[in-house]
């Protein structure tokens, strides 16, 4: 059948809006009433004003913490996802707070569904592979297990590093599929939860590793699109003080690690690989930038992961861990100068299969730096990874995983 002159217009503004990369499109309903499976366009999760998707329309093509002056208007819905089992996932709060939250994979009016509390109480969204998973669970920052566990009174600082707010436990940083920064904290520990703020998919980068301005908080390091590098300094209590610009040019590095005391001067140091795959230690002069940056040697393309674990093996000097592109591990022990000594493998094969690798210094209490890893664990199944620690020994190498957490595939945690 021909499509009528309102459906094509309809079509034509709802191509538009996809043009403009738009997370959500609102149309008006046609003079004459149009069924809204041909105004809702494929690849999106469209709201409606009235029952039986008639009324104004939405269109929804990505999670949304607010549906702006959709708040609380949507009556019926159309799910035209792509996948078999892509899900639209609806909250009755902003900000995708789990509490009373529902999916479905198929068509309804709220009012003759088993929900009808949503009708006209739907607050944000959330849509794709994930969100059935998801739904009615945090799916905001990572929901942390029974590690980490406390640290000991007397930590040295090679292995004190990762905690954000100081109360003894290393933290979990996390990005979501939002663009929102969270810390995560264990729930024996007197630190809760805390959103530190949106914006953060502008970063290409996050590394930490302790103290960079003097203060004796954990700070971040943040470059952006552009290649600007920011420090993002802590205040001892799981977030940030106002950033500060350190310099552009960064988009030429391909990996940035946060490194603590490279140079045995008491100041925390920068490591970073260019396209060339040259490595350099950027000395940090304790104020929160660094000075000259001095060359550790070439060969790093083969590398595609640097981990700024702390001192692995117990002789006071910051090390670094690195995964080569065959999915080996390896330590290269510190030399307290600024660069390394002879490499050794702690990892035969596999670790390929984990997305990250980060270091957050003493996660599972015992006074010696671990290694935390994004991937697969027990129990993992779609639209959802574990976090996983690897326990640091004293001579440098790594136990058998625990399982740290729980984290959205699409989430990047630090």
Sequence with gaps: MRPS??????????????????????????????????????NAVCGFSQPLYQGDMIVIRKPMLSLGSWDNRIRSFIVRLPGFSDAACFFPRPGLDPEGSTHFY?????????????????????IGPEADDFCGSE????VLYDNPRPRPATLPASGAFGDLNNDGYADVAARNLVGQLWTSHAYTSPGRNLLIGGGWEGMT??????????????????RDKAGVLWLY?????????????????????????A???????????????????????????????????????????????LVGAGDMNSDKKADLVARDTAGKLWLYPGNGRGWFTTRKLIGTGGWNSHAELAGLGDVTGDGRPDVVAHGPGRESYEGRVRL???????????????????LRSVGFAF
């Design 259 to 305: 490194a603590g005391d490279l140079t045995g001067d008491g100041k925390a140091d920068l490591l970073a690989s260019d396209g060339d795959g040259v490595l350099w230690t950027y000395p940090g002069n304790g104020r929160g930038w660094f000075g000259a940056r001095k060359k550790v040697g070439g060969g790093w393309k083969a590398v595609n992961e």
């Design 388 to 406: 996983r620690v690897y326990p640091g020994t004293a001579d440098g190498h790594l136990l058998a995983p625990r399982d740290l957490g729980t």
């Design 139 to 142: 799916s905001r920052y990572p």
């Design 106 to 126: 198929t068509s309804e009016s709220f009012d003759e569904s088993a929900y009808p509390e949503l009708d006209r109480a739907v607050s944000s969204v959330d």
């Design 5 to 42: 002159p309102s459906a094509r217009l309809l079509r034509g503004a709802l191509t538009a809006g996809a043009a403009l990369g738009l997370s959500a499109t609102v149309l008006s309903s046609p003079a004459q009433a149009t069924d809204g499976w041909d105004r809702c366009p494929d």
């Design 205 to 222: 980068k996050l590394t930490r590793h302790g103290d960079y301005d003097g203060d004796r908080n954990e700070d971040v390091l943040a």
């Design 233 to 257: 300094p802590g205040n001892g209590q799981g977030w940030f003080k106002p950033r500060v610009k350190i310099g552009g040019g960064w988009n030429t590095m391909r990996d940035l690690a």
